[in-house]
Structures are given as structure tokens and as C-alpha cells.
């Protein structure tokens, strides 16, 4: 990388290398277990004069979203997350009956389905073929495209403008962020609204949560990058939300910039947090790398010697996330000897890299292992719940971001 993305700066800075890994959803079939596996470097950058955090582009959104590991309604909470936000945004944007609603990267339907629920017209935009056929099938208008400044004039000449254009956990997926944003602008009417939520490169950094960094997550965004994103494309910030999901992002209100009008107080708070935890400067930086190494040393103390004491720990999810923590760590199967996960999907795969067996969740009750590492660590309070179960036999749940905790639950 030699150029930022989104002002064209020669001037990036290394924030943490993280070596090479293969793409993180690229779940392996037994079949495919003998044959050589692509890495790619995995080293976060970060801009000096825009400030967006970013990895080259070292693989296509062709390449990763065309077939996809992950289903959005696997995840209760997620679900819950995605009613709460139809409920509120249909009252803040006044969705009435004529309405037209699109959601970019839709998944597998699990928010249009609340969109529907509520008889509001609505489209879903959805590169992956197999997802996209899930969220059809559950009765969820939905398009198989990336969104590009053609695909948003297409839809909107077929369709109409739209008052409200969702986009949930895409924006940090895109490698051309002024394209995409474009794109936004004209799917939303003239004075439609724009919501966009994102992990929070705030809580990034001050929660270790590096293993969010993924070669399909392209860039990570402050508010201060975000709002020069968004006006890339024409559009300004007007409100943001701070929110729990994926361990803390943002929720960005955006409108056409001839609209919009002054931001509200939240976003020079939000920007004032940034500023003093210096996300504006170098300082804010140099220290993660080291504790990224931290996160990691701790982990593999932990594997580490429960082996050498002959305990079995297992793991629990086989997120993304996971696979990046797995592949820094160098965790394999004579640590971890396999991971469940909910998703049908994954059973039988095999993690990329690290190579651990995915198999049902009822095995953990099967084998009653002493512990269960928990790889969707942002999922905790949902999860804690769902383990309760382990208990019955003495097991102990560990999560390892922001830092090692080992967790004793109640029955």
C-alpha cells in the first residue's frame, strides 16, 4: 500500500502486523485439506492526514462475497438488535406506509424481514448468491449486486429514491469508499436519511479488539474519518449513536449535504473522546502493537499449560474474528482440538489456517470439556446465557479480548 484510499496521502504509519493469514471466511472441506491454502499480509495502516485506518487490498469483494460463511440471523441477539432499529428508525424518519426502505449488504433478510413485517416496501442489495437466495426465501425482496454509483442509480430509476438507506457492517468491507459512498447517494432521496453502522476504531484500539482486523474489513473508521468519507460522496454526518455491537460502533445518521444542516452535540462529543484519546495523531497508536502481543502471550500461556495439566479446552463460535485471533496466536488443533458453532454451514469445515474441526454445539455437552474459549467475545452477555449449561459439570468459560478472563457461570 503506497496510498491512502480515500485522500490519495503517501503518508500511512503501521499501526500493527499481524503477518499473513488466509481470508478469514475461507472455511476449509475435508476435501480441501491437502491442498495449498492463499495467505495474504495482514498489516493495519493508518492515514497521517485524513486519519482512516486501513489494509490493502489485497483480495476482492468478489472474491469473498460471492459465497458466504456468514448468516446474520444465526445470531439471537443480532436479530433483536435489528427489531430494536427498525422500530426506532421507522419513528425517526417517519416511515409511513408509502415508503421505500433499502438495506446495502442485507445478508440473509434478518432486518428487511422486520421492514416487510411492518407492510413497508422495501429492497434488500446483496452480493452473496447464497445468502441472497436465504433472504428471498423468507420473503425478502432482494437484489444479487454490489453496490456501486451504477447499481444506486439503477435501483433508484427502477424503484424509486429511498427515504431510508440502511448500511450495517458493509462500510468497513468496501476497498473503494468514495465509489461506495456515492453509491449511497443515490440510492437515498433528496431529503432521505443515510444510517450506517460500523465498528468504532475507538474501541478498537482501547479494547485490543485487533482481531476485528480482517482482509475483508478494508478500512476502520473514527467519526472524524467517517464524516470526510461520507462527504466523498456527498453526503453529511447529522447525528451518531454510540453502540455495544461488535465490542463498540457507531451508528452515523447521514443526509444529502444540502439537507443535513448543523450536527447535533453528539458528534462533536464523540469527536471530542477521539481527539483526547489522540485518534488524531500518532500517540494514539503506538502502543497497540505491544498490547496486541500481549492479548496473544496470555492466550497461549492459558493453552499452554491447561494442556501440560491435562484439561481439554474447546471452543465456542467460529466467527471471523476468531480466525484472525487463531492464526496470530499459531492455535491448532493440539491446543484447541475442535470449535462449534450454530451455523449448519460450517459443520465439517475446517477453519482457515489453524485448520480446527467445526463441529455441532451439542458436542460440548457431550464431552464436557473444562473449558470453552469463547471466540465471539462481543456476543458475551448472549453467550455467558447460552453456556449457562457448562456449569453442570464444573466448566468455565474464557475470553480472550479485551484481556484473558476466565469466567465461572451459574446454572
Known amino acids: 500500500m503506497t496510498r491512502c484510499r480515500l485522500c490519495g496521502s503517501a503518508t500511512l504509519a503501521s499501526v500493527v502486523d499481524l503477518g499473513a493469514t488466509p481470508p478469514c471466511e475461507s472455511f476449509l472441506?475435508?476435501?480441501?485439506?491437502?491442498?495449498?491454502?492463499?495467505?495474504y499480509p495482514l498489516h493495519l495502516r493508518v492515514c497521517t492526514d485524513c486519519w482512516?485506518?486501513?489494509i490493502p487490498p489485497l483480495i476482492t469483494p468478489e472474491e469473498t462475497f460471492k459465497e458466504y460463511a456468514y448468516f446474520s440471523s444465526y445470531s439471537t441477539s443480532w436479530v433483536e438488535h435489528a427489531r430494536t432499529f427498525v422500530a426506532d428508525a421507522a419513528q425517526r424518519v417517519g416511515l409511513g406506509p408509502d415508503a421505500f426502505v433499502v438495506e446495502v449488504a442485507s445478508n440473509d433478510g434478518y432486518l428487511l424481514k422486520h421492514v416487510v413485517d411492518r407492510g413497508i416496501r422495501c429492497l434488500g442489495i446483496e452480493p452473496s448468491?447464497?445468502?441472497?437466495?436465504?433472504?428471498?426465501?423468507?420473503?425478502?425482496?432482494?437484489?444479487?449486486?454490489?453496490?456501486?454509483?451504477?447499481?444506486?442509480?439503477?435501483?433508484?430509476?427502477?424503484?424509486?429514491?429511498?427515504?431510508?438507506?440502511?448500511?450495517?457492517?458493509?462500510?468497513?468491507?468496501?476497498?473503494?469508499?468514495?465509489?461506495?459512498?456515492?453509491?449511497?447517494?443515490?440510492?437515498?432521496?433528496?431529503?432521505?436519511w443515510v444510517s450506517i453502522e460500523v465498528q468504532h476504531l475507538l474501541t478498537l484500539i482501547e479494547e485490543n479488539q485487533y482481531d476485528t482486523i480482517y482482509h475483508e474489513h478494508f478500512q476502520y473508521y473514527t467519526v472524524a474519518s467517517a464524516i470526510r468519507a461520507l462527504a466523498s460522496g456527498g453526503l453529511a454526518l447529522a447525528d451518531v449513536e454510540l453502540l455495544p455491537t461488535h465490542g463498540g460502533s457507531i451508528r452515523l445518521w447521514a443526509r444529502p449535504a444540502e439537507v443535513a444542516g448543523e450536527p447535533s452535540q453528539r458528534v462533536a462529543d464523540v469527536l471530542a473522546r477521539e481527539k483526547a484519546a489522540g485518534l488524531q495523531e500518532l500517540s494514539g497508536y503506538t502502543e497497540f502493537s505491544a498490547r496486541v502481543a500481549k492479548v496473544r502471550r496470555d492466550l497461549l500461556r492459558f493453552l499452554i499449560e491447561a494442556a501440560e495439566r491435562g484439561e481439554t479446552v474447546v471452543g465456542y463460535g467460529a466467527p471471523g474474528k476468531g480466525n484472525t485471533l487463531l492464526n496470530h496466536c499459531g492455535i491448532r488443533p493440539d491446543l484447541l482440538p475442535y470449535t462449534v458453532d450454530r451455523n449448519p454451514y460450517k459443520h465439517g469445515r475446517f477453519t482457515p489456517g489453524t485448520r480446527i474441526p467445526i463441529l455441532p454445539p451439542e458436542q460440548i455437552a457431550a464431552d464436557k470439556p473444562d473449558y470453552v474459549l469463547v471466540l465471539p467475545w462481543n456476543l458475551r452477555a448472549e453467550l455467558v446465557e447460552q453456556l449457562s449449561f457448562v456449569h453442570d459439570w464444573g466448566g468455565r468459560l474464557v475470553f480472550p479480548i479485551p484481556e484473558l478472563s476466565i469466567v465461572e457461570v451459574a446454572s
Not at 472441506?29 to 495467505?39: M, N, T
Open 29 to 39: 472441506a475435508a476435501d480441501q485439506l491437502d491442498r495449498p491454502e492463499p495467505a
Open 52 to 54: 482512516l485506518a486501513q
Open 129 to 192: 448468491v447464497n445468502v441472497g437466495a436465504a433472504a428471498r426465501d423468507a420473503g425478502v425482496p432482494t437484489l444479487t449486486e454490489f453496490l456501486s454509483p451504477d447499481t444506486g442509480a439503477a435501483v433508484r430509476a427502477e424503484h424509486g429514491p429511498a427515504d431510508l438507506v440502511v448500511a450495517n457492517n458493509v462500510y468497513a468491507h468496501i476497498p473503494d469508499v468514495v465509489g461506495f459512498t456515492q453509491g449511497l447517494r443515490a440510492l437515498v432521496a433528496d431529503d432521505g
